[in-house]
């Protein structure tokens, strides 16, 4: 279409004028174009070699996410005869997600770095059909020589801002991006179409799962004469008594908790202790709406308000937060840490009843945890008279019984006072033969007439699963779970103390702020365990001194969320180390390594490299 062609001419020569003096006096251009070129010069963009940042805190579960992703597939399959991607960003330009219907354009986008991760701001790279929406507060078209920057000009882009039809505020940009040659302005139509759809879709997830959690809030309000708490997303409510019994850094720790039990297993329900001292039982009822959580409600008994402190020789620790080593005396590398976190208290007080009432005791939770080390030493601590046998469970045939058997054999007993307790490990491992083998030995221990009591480790994923270990859970009274360590990062600072005393050859070596933030901002899917592995390896790095960011291993820098595989990890260490060669600087690292830009950006998202 001449006409077509002719206006694309004109608006060339305006911005080429632009560019070289400062302004475009045509009527060529469209004023909300002119306005955004004004804007891209005042910020510095820089129209030949600007480039688009990248960003890995995305949110990912967003509702926003959740609520375009259906519209997104069926606008991609009605356009899927044309060349074209499909965008949604946050409300900082931010690419959240990129579709596309053909492999070419996939590629171009790429060499723009239009892609997840990488931030389209109009501040960043210029006039642009993501940014300027933002800008603007409005839908628009975006074609060829309009845009700012010269390596986006082959593309149309038709922008449409999403609005929360609740409270008008903008949440992201829908944005339909094609070559020039393919567009249309249709585009416009249809990402405008396709916003309605969304913005529709976030009024209705809304009005769901905040009506749901509102109706279950009332009607267990209605039925109690106590406190009562509601926590889902950003909501939180209260009715009066919880208003007037709970201070707010005591409602602040119920509320954080309410969200543990929120996403956990099982029966919502826990005794814990506030900071005040004053203990409280929590019962909820989690809400769910279609297939997720949208929430809790919570009834908050207090079981006992707080006391005095009275000091006692041997008091019992506050927390623990230390996986398997060497036992000690008190005091000695060996002993667990102390530490505030809420979770680690209710372990540690939940192990130390059992074994002191000698209940056979389930203890359940991640690899790597801790399970076993907690047992150990509050037993040591709480029946110092006793001593304890560790029978593993690691082989998927039978436990360790023979040595067992030896070491329980009567005519031992009169060598050690008190009573033994015999820790199985790993018991979720055993086979049908082996369930077997170890349930006749518990028969044997309950007929020896013995002073020995009984625990167990199994780990978290198996409670539920349909394995042979499942009918010797008859045998134990108590049941206590171990929460992971990601769950229990405040006690991550006093935790890498002590392992690194513990940890030989004890020069006294220390973390840097620095490298403890790190540290605290890792997930550790592998528990202390892993955390003493990255510990050695920075050990041997730097032996004495203060231990540095870059003395601890890749995968510390690490957030991805799931596990990488051996490649993937390997991969993942070459890039750190580049990044660490090139002082964080992406464009030499990425030459470093012989792989474009967008390809490094890309696999620091997925990796989860902590490269800032």
């Given at each position: ?5 002719l206006k694309r001419l004109k608006i060339a020569a305006a911005r080429a004028d632009f560019l070289r003096f400062g302004r475009a006096e ?199 004469r106590g406190a009562v708490m509601a926590v889902g997303g950003t909501m939180v409510m209260g009715n009066a008594a919880a208003q007037n ?368």
């Amino acid at each position: 279409m001449p006409h077509v062609r002719l206006k694309r001419l004109k608006i060339a020569a305006a911005r080429a004028d632009f560019l070289r003096f400062g302004r475009a006096e045509t009527d060529a251009v469209p004023s909300v174009v002119a306005a955004s070129w004004q804007r891209s010069f005042t910020a510095g963009v820089n129209a030949a070699t600007a480039q688009a940042a990248f960003h890995a805190d995305l949110d990912m579960s967003s509702r926003l996410m959740r609520c375009a992703r259906p519209v997104i597939a069926r606008l991609g399959d009605e356009m899927a005869q044309m060349p074209l991607s499909i965008v949604l960003t946050d409300n900082r330009a931010r690419i959240l997600s990129r579709s596309e219907t053909d492999r070419t354009i996939a590629r171009q986008l790429d060499d723009v770095s239009l892609a997840q991760g990488f931030n389209y701001a109009e501040g960043s790279v210029g006039t642009n059909g993501i940014g300027t929406v933002l800008e603007s507060g409005q839908p628009l078209y975006i074609v060829g020589p309009e845009h700012f920057h010269e390596q986006l000009q082959p593309f149309a882009c038709a922008g449409s801002p999403i609005r929360d039809p609740l409270t008008g505020r903008v949440e992201g940009v829908l944005d339909i991006t094609c070559l020039s040659e393919f567009a249309s302005p249709l585009m416009h139509s249809l990402v405008r179409s396709a916003t309605h759809d969304i913005e529709h879709n976030l009024l209705a997830d809304r009005s769901l799962r905040q009506q749901a959690l509102f109706d279950t809030f009332v009607r267990v309000d209605a039925r109690s004469r106590g406190a009562v708490m509601a926590v889902g997303g950003t909501m939180v409510m209260g009715n009066a008594a919880a208003q007037n019994l709970f201070d707010m850094t005591e409602q602040r720790t119920i509320h954080e908790h309410a969200r543990y039990l929120m996403l956990g297993a099982g029966t919502a329900a826990d005794h814990i202790e506030l900071s005040t001292g004053r203990r409280v039982y929590l019962h909820g009822k989690r809400v769910v709406v279609g297939s997720d959580v949208a929430g809790i409600v919570l009834s908050v008994d207090i079981v006992a308000e707080a006391v005095a402190p009275v000091a006692a020789q041997g008091a019992a620790p506050s927390g623990w937060v230390q996986d398997p080593a060497p036992a000690g005396p008190a005091g000695a590398p060996g002993t667990p840490q102390r530490g505030p976190s809420l979770l680690g208290k209710r372990a540690v007080e939940g192990v130390s009843r059992a074994l002191v009432a000698g209940t056979a005791l389930l203890v359940v939770g991640e690899a790597g945890c801790g399970k076993l080390s907690l047992v150990s030493e509050r037993y040591r601590l709480e029946v110092p008279e006793g001593r304890s046998v560790v029978v593993r469970c690691a082989g998927p045939d039978r436990a360790n019984l023979t040595d067992a058997r030896a070491r329980l054999a009567p005519a031992r007993f009169g060598e050690a006072r008190g009573t033994v307790l015999v820790i199985f490990t790993n018991i979720d491992r055993l086979d049908a033969v082996g369930v077997l083998e170890l349930e006749a030995f518990f028969v044997e221990l309950a007929a020896s007439g013995s002073p020995v009591a009984m625990a167990a480790t199994v780990s978290q994923d198996s409670v539920n699963a349909d394995l042979p270990f499942q009918q010797l859970l008859a045998h134990f009274g108590q049941a206590v779970t171990v929460a992971p360590l990601r769950h229990r990062v405040e006690e991550l600072p006093e935790l890498v103390a002590g392992l690194l005393q513990a940890l030989p050859p004890r020069r006294g070596a220390t973390l840097s702020p620095a490298a403890l933030r790190l540290v605290c901002r890792y997930s550790w899917p592998r528990n202390i365990r892993e955390l003493r592995q990255a510990l050695e390896f920075a050990l041997l790095r730097r032996p004495v001194g203060e231990i540095q960011e870059d003395d601890l291993p890749g995968h510390c820098h690490s957030g991805a969320e799931r596990l990488l595989t051996p490649l993937e990890t390997g991969e993942r260490d070459l890039i750190v180390s580049a990044l660490h060669d090139a002082n964080g600087n992406r464009v030499h690292a990425a030459a470093a390594l012989g792989i474009a830009r967008s390809s490094l950006y890309r696999k620091i998202k997925s990796f989860g490299i902590d490269a800032a």
